[in-house]
């Protein structure tokens, strides 16, 4: 019962260095979210992709990329870490029907970029 | 573009005492839905409770239920009987309508519970 797993925990980058984010689903979820989550702004949508083979931009998608390389898993690409990419990132996924729609969360993974 | 708004950064409450904390959203569709979710101080995103725009009644869940008034766009979470573990953060989140980005969610900036023994 693995759910979403969000790898790495932990990650310091320097200005200018690239990573990406991994995160898999192992519940046949179709959709699929990126989320950064900074003091006082709650969490704010990055890119999600609502089912295998498409994505959409949230609403700050400035700065990143990201890959729905199969249905399992949805990886969120920096090119050039800026100190304002600082952040802690939710990796999420859901049924993506009508409804409930309810998402379940990865464990997220802290970024620092000095 | 869809909005979430929580007007309170941080809300205290006395243990066995009811709360609520507040949520307004806006939109011009009339199908979307609304969800609360907690993150204690260990950092998981918990789900809590779901309310479709559609639905007659108030959802409800235990101890927690949302107080949807769709013409006011409020739909703000009653915790009843608080307990020392529900000191948490609690977030309001809404799913964009169907017709343009299907499974798109957001949500609010969130309100900071602190419940007092």
């Known amino acids: 019962n693995a759910g979403v797993t969000q790898n790495p925990k932990f990650q310091v980058l320097k200005t200018g260095q690239s990573m990406t984010l991994q995160c898999a689903q192992d519940m046949n979820h179709n959709s699929m979210y990126w989320y950064r989550q900074d003091p006082g702004m709650g969490l704010r949508l990055i890119y999600y992709?609502?089912?295998?083979?498409?994505?959409d931009k949230g609403e700050v998608p400035n700065g990143y990329n990201v890959s729905r390389l199969n249905k399992r898993e949805f990886s969120l690409r920096l090119e050039s870490a800026a100190p304002s990419q600082t952040s802690v990132y939710f990796c999420?996924?859901?049924?993506?029907?009508?409804?409930?729609?309810?998402?379940?969360f990865g464990a997220g993974s802290r970024l620092t970029v000095l | 573009a869809q909005k979430i708004t929580q007007t309170q950064p941080g809300m205290f409450v006395q243990e066995k005492e009811a709360v609520t904390l507040d949520c307004t959203y806006d939109?011009?569709?009339?199908?979307?839905?609304l969800f609360w979710y907690k993150q204690p101080s260990s950092g998981e995103m918990i789900f809590l409770i779901y309310?479709?725009?559609?639905?007659?009644q108030n959802a409800t869940e235990g101890r927690y239920s949302l107080n949807f008034q769709k013409a006011r766009k409020s739909a703000n979470l009653v915790i009843s009987a608080s307990q020392l573990g529900d000191s948490a953060m609690y977030f309001c989140?809404?799913?964009?309508?169907?017709?343009?980005?299907?499974?798109?969610?957001?949500f609010g900036p969130g309100t900071s519970l602190s419940v007092i023994p």
């Open positions: 992709s609502a089912s295998e083979g498409t994505t």
């Open positions: 989140a809404m799913r964009e309508p169907m017709k343009t980005s299907y499974d798109k969610v957001i």
């Open positions: 309310q479709g725009s559609y639905d007659e």
């Open positions: 999420a996924s859901s049924v993506g029907a009508a409804g409930a729609n309810v998402l379940t």
């Open positions: 939109t011009s569709d009339q199908s979307y839905g």
